[in-house]
């Protein structure tokens, strides 16, 4: 019987490895290859570009076959994953060359997207989040638990979700990469349906070798307490009431725990080490369609970095300041002392330029230590990183220097400044061991310097004298012997050998030992070469082992000193995310805000930070905003803002909510932007765009702007906007701010008048915070007749003749034109349709379709007469008709009134 191509030794390995881990890409490593077989091959050469071969291809069942170099893994990886793979690396666990029959082989990783630590897989400015959940929905009114573990930087969190909205709002803060739930919830028919609600993504199946996720409260306190060293979770801010915050906790970490160790023959991750407790009123709320309107982190166009704020004021040196500033934008604060302390920093640092930038210089040395710090941790790093974790904390010292001890320091930076002289004693040791650019594997020598290691000395030295040697051994040997055709050479199966032509034969010594007979020649080997060889042979081996000795030596002294380099990670990530602010506040004009527990928001001469750093600075027209969603006269003083008039006169009462008309690309929409960006830099610490600032604590920023279908949920365009909308009216409270922008025109245009109407009624009379609503529907003026809460502001336009000049400048007042044909014109629609739109506008003017001539749609009665009025041309009502056509002089007094009833009903009937 024929023996099948799978039944080998080596496929055996693989298939072992493949039955634990069928839902993996399993790669199993041979020689300088990872190898795929079978399925594996073809996905892997699918999404990953390789060459499809085949093994035993003339056999009967040969067998499909893929791989990649090893030393490229991290270019293929990203591909798999991106595909929705999980990957299984199979490594060698003996050296080959030792090995006595098959080489040993095992699991080392499995590799999810939620658990990368390989830094070329990531970017490098996003965190990687591994979030775990109880649950989607509340059970017995139970608050929900959320765990959030980023594997490549070691930061973990817990937080509770009170409802459904709360998590969503969680779950677009993190951007899960992978999504953990209990089996017996992910197994539920309904879940995808809720977890598209909450905008999630697939949840994950468990790793094979692990229970699937459904923890006892006592289970999961008890591992996680043991897996942490520690003998309660107390410390992490788990208290004994928070059981879905240590189930969640427990599961995210035990899967990645297992992923990075599924064999149990390499590290957990050792680099997790406490657990950090949010708690939700810390924090200003900013949702997903929030951050997605302001493009706070990613543009709207792409979802890629450019043009949004993140990218615009990322002036840190590292990649963990960048993923700092990306936190604080995505989540600011909203407790006063906190952001103080942030302003405080920045400002010490905006007042002394040289400090500035001596720090700046300092940091631009610094690499990711985080990241670099979990290679440590889990024997994944190589000699490079020691060294850039020798240069870091070198870096660090220097941040220490340009900062200075200076007592006058705010307290931020001074707590940063303690933790800047980790593990000093380690460094010194990795400058003096280790070359300054070392090999990126860490099992073929090159690693240490020259006179670290006696015995490591002689051997290089024998290697590097060994052509020396040999030349001085052939000509010593033919000298000796008379024989000047010797010749000294080397190959891999016979090593070291002498060679002489069978001519010469009678002439050979007898010291010469018969190594090799050839067609022509005879190979030799004598004493002393045999010497020779051992040592030079041995060489190679013993040099590699000696270095990766004293490779680990360091790596595990690294490890051991974990706890403070990781302080000093965090202290530079803070200092360069603060020195970053302060050079953009400095060098573009921005000024520090007054922020407190008032519900003004003033702004003076504020500037879109994104828009003017495309203009170029001074380029941008700056508008001045002030609103007051206190119950009494509140104005900023003349003393305290250093300004004489935010954009009207301090006698006049506060308004919490304003009407924005104007023409189209006139710059509303960049206004009330503009608004809420200054409220969430200011809150994450920074400096704003404005010559000055008080913003009174913000809870929430809302924004409706803009909006598309989502085929996919069954939402047109106008539902997706009513959803938002209904989202701001039921959530919002007085400290929110409210940023509205054409509400309403997706539908028609009595109905899109009426809800614009009633929504700025609903945020006026019943929310009473302040907001900004801009719109065409100018209509909306009026409400502020009655209300002097609203106040109407517009854009001032420039115009002579057809020649239109937006001025880009707010000021107050209503608009009576939207310009909506001129920018047509501008857009390069056709002449003709732009004559034709004119004549129908004329029409309409002339017919005076104004709603506010009709009736308020306030008080608007649901039995009232409808016209349907004609765009094309006047059209006569049937009753006009009907009066014009009636002969009135042969009516009876009778039959006058008769016909005035009959005319009034079918008027009520429309």
Request: with cysteine; aromatic share 4%; net charge negative.
């Given at each position: 019987?024929?023996?099948?191509?799978?039944?080998?030794?080596?496929?055996?390995?693989?298939?072992?490895?493949?039955?634990?881990?069928?839902?993996?890409?399993?790669?199993?490593?041979?020689?300088?290859?990872?190898?795929?077989?079978?399925?594996?091959?073809?996905?892997?050469?699918?999404?990953?570009?390789?060459?499809?071969?085949?093994?035993?291809?003339?056999?009967?069942?040969?067998?499909?076959?893929?791989?990649?170099?090893?030393?490229?893994?991290?270019?293929?990886?990203?591909?798999?994953?991106?595909?929705?793979?999980?990957?299984?690396?199979?490594?060698?666990?003996?050296?080959?060359?030792?090995?006595?029959?098959?080489?040993?082989?095992?699991?080392?990783?499995?590799?999810?997207?939620?658990?990368?630590?390989?830094?070329?897989?990531?970017?490098?400015?996003?965190?990687?989040?591994?979030?775990?959940?109880?649950?989607?929905?509340?059970?017995?009114?139970?608050?929900?638990?959320?765990?959030?573990?980023?594997?490549?930087?070691?930061?973990?969190?817990?937080?509770?979700?009170?409802?459904?909205?709360?998590?969503?709002?969680?779950?677009?803060?993190?951007?899960?990469?992978?999504?953990?739930?209990?089996?017996?919830?992910?197994?539920?028919?309904?879940?995808?349906?809720?977890?598209?609600?909450?905008?999630?993504?697939?949840?994950?199946?468990?790793?094979?070798?692990?229970?699937?996720?459904?923890?006892?409260?006592?289970?999961?306190?008890?591992?996680?307490?043991?897996?942490?060293?520690?003998?309660?979770?107390?410390?992490?801010?788990?208290?004994?009431?928070?059981?879905?915050?240590?189930?969640?906790?427990?599961?995210?970490?035990?899967?990645?725990?297992?992923?990075?160790?599924?064999?149990?023959?390499?590290?957990?991750?050792?680099?997790?080490?406490?657990?950090?407790?949010?708690?939700?009123?810390?924090?200003?709320?900013?949702?997903?369609?929030?951050?997605?309107?302001?493009?706070?982190?990613?543009?709207?166009?792409?979802?890629?970095?450019?043009?949004?704020?993140?990218?615009?004021?990322?002036?840190?040196?590292?990649?963990?300041?960048?993923?700092?500033?990306?936190?604080?934008?995505?989540?600011?604060?909203t407790t006063i002392p906190a952001i103080s302390a942030r302003h405080d920093a920045v400002a010490f640092l905006v007042a002394d330029d040289r400090r500035r930038d001596e720090v700046r210089a300092a940091l631009a040395q610094v690499y990711d230590l985080?990241?670099?710090?979990?290679?440590?941790?889990?024997?994944?790093?190589?000699?490079?990183?020691?060294?850039?974790?020798?240069?870091?904390?070198?870096?660090?010292?220097?941040?220490?220097?340009?900062?200075?001890?200076?007592?006058?320091?705010?307290?931020?930076?001074?707590?940063?400044?303690?933790?800047?002289?980790?593990?000093?004693?380690?460094?010194?040791?990795?400058?003096?061991?280790?070359?300054?650019?070392?090999?990126?594997?860490?099992?073929?020598?090159?690693?240490?310097?020259?006179?670290?290691?006696?015995?490591?000395?002689?051997?290089?030295?024998?290697?590097?004298?060994?052509?020396?040697?040999?030349?001085?051994?052939?000509?010593?040997?033919?000298?000796?012997?008379?024989?000047?055709?010797?010749?000294?050479?080397?190959?891999?199966?016979?090593?070291?050998?002498?060679?002489?032509?069978?001519?010469?034969?009678?002439?050979?010594?007898?010291?010469?030992?018969?190594?090799?007979?050839?067609?022509?020649?005879?190979?030799?080997?004598?004493?002393?070469?045999?010497?020779?060889?051992?040592?030079?042979?041995?060489?190679?081996?013993?040099?590699?082992?000696?270095?990766l000795a004293h490779f680990t030596r360091l790596r595990d002294r690294a490890e051991q000193a974990l706890d403070e380099i990781q302080a000093c990670a965090h202290a530079l990530a803070l200092i360069d995310v603060l020195a970053a602010l302060a050079d953009?506040?400095?060098?573009?004009?921005?000024?520090?805000?007054?922020?407190?527990?008032?519900?003004?928001?003033?702004?003076?001469?504020?500037?879109?930070?994104?828009?003017?750093?495309?203009?170029?600075?001074?380029?941008?027209?700056?508008?001045?905003?002030?609103?007051?969603?206190?119950?009494?006269?509140?104005?900023?003083?003349?003393?305290?803002?250093?300004?004489?008039?935010?954009?009207?006169?301090?006698?006049?009462?506060?308004?919490?909510?304003?009407?924005?008309?104007?023409?189209?690309?006139?710059?509303?929409?960049?206004?009330?932007?503009?608004?809420?960006?200054a409220v969430i830099l200011a809150q994450a610490g920074s400096f704003v765009p404005a010559a000055s600032a008080r913003i009174g604590v913000v809870d929430r920023v809302f924004t409706r702007v803009g909006a598309g279908d989502e085929l996919a949920r069954?939402?047109?365009?106008?539902?997706?906007?009513?959803?938002?909308?209904?989202?701001?009216?039921?959530?919002?409270?007085?400290?929110?701010?409210?940023?509205?922008?054409?509400?309403?025109?997706?539908?028609?245009?009595?109905?899109?008048?009426?809800?614009?109407?009633?929504?700025?009624?609903?945020?006026?009379?019943?929310?009473?915070?302040?907001?900004?609503?801009?719109?065409?529907?100018?209509?909306?003026?009026?409400?502020?007749?009655?209300?002097?809460?609203?106040?109407?502001?517009?854009?001032?336009?420039?115009?002579?003749?057809?020649?239109?000049?937006?001025?880009?400048?707010?000021?107050?007042?209503?608009?009576?034109?939207?310009?909506?044909?001129?920018?047509?014109?501008?857009?390069?629609?056709?002449?003709?349709?732009?004559?034709?739109?004119?004549?129908?506008?004329?029409?309409?003017?002339?017919?005076?379709?104004?709603?506010?001539?009709?009736?308020?749609?306030?008080?608007?009665?649901?039995?009232?007469?409808?016209?349907?009025?004609?765009?094309?041309?006047?059209?006569?009502?049937?009753?006009?008709?009907?009066?014009?056509?009636?002969?009135?002089?042969?009516?009876?007094?009778?039959?006058?009134?008769?016909?005035?009833?009959?005319?009034?009903?079918?008027?009520?009937?429309?």
């Amino acid at each position: 019987m024929a023996k099948s191509s799978t039944d080998t030794p080596m496929m055996r390995q693989y298939l072992e490895a493949k039955a634990a881990h069928p839902d993996a890409v399993v790669l199993m490593r041979m020689g300088d290859f990872y190898e795929a077989f079978m399925g594996d091959a073809e996905e892997l050469a699918r999404h990953a570009g390789v060459a499809l071969t085949c093994r035993n291809k003339g056999a009967d069942d040969p067998i499909a076959m893929a791989g990649v170099p090893h030393h490229s893994l991290h270019t293929y990886l990203p591909r798999l994953l991106a595909a929705g793979k999980r990957v299984a690396i199979m490594d060698q666990l003996e050296d080959p060359k030792t090995a006595k029959g098959l080489v040993k082989r095992g699991l080392t990783r499995v590799i999810t997207a939620g658990t990368l630590i390989d830094e070329s897989a990531l970017d490098t400015v996003a965190a990687n989040h591994l979030v775990a959940l109880t649950a989607i929905t509340l059970v017995d009114g139970k608050a929900l638990g959320v765990a959030a573990l980023d594997t490549s930087t070691g930061h973990f969190t817990v937080e509770a979700a009170n409802d459904a909205q709360h998590l969503a709002l969680i779950l677009a803060r993190l951007a899960p990469a992978e999504l953990l739930l209990p089996e017996d919830l992910r197994r539920r028919e309904d879940t995808p349906a809720r977890l598209a609600e909450l905008c999630a993504p697939v949840p994950v199946p468990p790793l094979a070798g692990i229970a699937a996720y459904a923890w006892k409260p006592a289970d999961a306190r008890r591992w996680l307490a043991e897996r942490l060293g520690v003998a309660t979770l107390d410390g992490f801010g788990i208290s004994a009431d928070d059981d879905h915050l240590a189930a969640a906790a427990a599961a995210a970490l035990r899967y990645a725990d297992h992923a990075a160790n599924p064999g149990g023959t390499g590290k957990a991750l050792g680099h997790v080490r406490r657990i950090r407790r949010l708690h939700h009123d810390d924090h200003l709320v900013i949702d997903a369609t929030c951050r997605r309107n302001l493009e706070l982190l990613r543009n709207s166009r792409d979802q890629g970095p450019q043009g949004s704020l993140l990218a615009t004021i990322n002036r840190t040196k590292s990649a963990a300041g960048a993923r700092l500033l990306a936190e604080w934008l995505a989540r600011p604060l909203t407790t006063i002392p906190a952001i103080s302390a942030r302003h405080d920093a920045v400002a010490f640092l905006v007042a002394d330029d040289r400090r500035r930038d001596e720090v700046r210089a300092a940091l631009a040395q610094v690499y990711d230590l985080e990241r670099l710090l979990a290679r440590i941790a889990t024997g994944r790093c190589h000699g490079r990183d020691l060294v850039h974790l020798a240069t870091t904390v070198q870096a660090a010292a220097s941040v220490a220097t340009a900062l200075g001890a200076d007592g006058a320091a705010p307290e931020l930076l001074r707590l940063a400044y303690e933790h800047l002289h980790p593990a000093a004693e380690l460094v010194r040791d990795l400058s003096r061991t280790l070359v300054d650019d070392p090999p990126l594997t860490i099992s073929e020598g090159g690693l240490m310097r020259d006179g670290v290691d006696a015995d490591l000395d002689r051997l290089r030295a024998i290697r590097r004298d060994a052509d020396a040697w040999l030349a001085q051994y052939q000509a010593r040997e033919a000298a000796a012997c008379g024989l000047k055709q010797i010749k000294v050479g080397y190959n891999r199966v016979f090593g070291y050998y002498i060679e002489l032509s069978r001519a010469r034969g009678d002439q050979v010594p007898p010291h010469f030992v018969r190594k090799q007979t050839l067609v022509g020649a005879e190979r030799y080997i004598t004493p002393e070469l045999k010497e020779f060889e051992d040592q030079a042979l041995g060489a190679d081996e013993r040099i590699n082992a000696l270095e990766l000795a004293h490779f680990t030596r360091l790596r595990d002294r690294a490890e051991q000193a974990l706890d403070e380099i990781q302080a000093c990670a965090h202290a530079l990530a803070l200092i360069d995310v603060l020195a970053a602010l302060a050079d953009v506040a400095r060098r573009l004009g921005w000024c520090r805000p007054v922020v407190d527990d008032s519900l003004a928001l003033d702004l003076r001469e504020s500037r879109h930070p994104v828009v003017e750093d495309v203009l170029g600075r001074g380029r941008f027209v700056a508008n001045d905003c002030r609103l007051d969603a206190s119950d009494v006269r509140c104005p900023m003083s003349d003393v305290e803002s250093g300004t004489s008039d935010i954009g009207h006169r301090t006698s006049d009462p506060a308004s919490r909510l304003a009407v924005i008309t104007g023409p189209n690309m006139a710059g509303k929409s960049t206004y009330i932007r503009q608004v809420a960006l200054a409220v969430i830099l200011a809150q994450a610490g920074s400096f704003v765009p404005a010559a000055s600032a008080r913003i009174g604590v913000v809870d929430r920023v809302f924004t409706r702007v803009g909006a598309g279908d989502e085929l996919a949920r069954g939402q047109s365009t106008f539902m997706v906007e009513m959803a938002e909308t209904a989202a701001i009216l039921n959530h919002a409270t007085r400290r929110s701010l409210v940023v509205l922008d054409e509400v309403g025109r997706g539908t028609s245009t009595y109905d899109g008048v009426s809800l614009a109407w009633a929504i700025t009624e609903h945020l006026h009379d019943r929310i009473g915070c302040r907001a900004l609503f801009a719109t065409h529907y100018h209509e909306l003026v009026d409400l502020a007749v009655d209300r002097p809460g609203i106040r109407n502001l517009t854009v001032s336009v420039a115009e002579q003749d057809e020649t239109v000049v937006f001025l880009h400048r707010i000021v107050d007042g209503a608009a009576t034109r939207s310009y909506g044909i001129h920018v047509a014109r501008l857009a390069g629609v056709p002449e003709p349709v732009i004559r034709r739109a004119r004549e129908v506008l004329a029409t309409l003017e002339q017919l005076n379709v104004d709603l506010t001539e009709r009736e308020r749609p306030a008080a608007r009665n649901a039995e009232s007469p409808t016209v349907q009025l004609t765009l094309f041309s006047p059209t006569e009502h049937p009753l006009m008709k009907r009066l014009r056509e009636q002969e009135l002089d042969g009516l009876s007094p009778r039959q006058a009134q008769d016909l005035l009833y009959n005319l009034q009903q079918q008027a009520r009937r429309g």
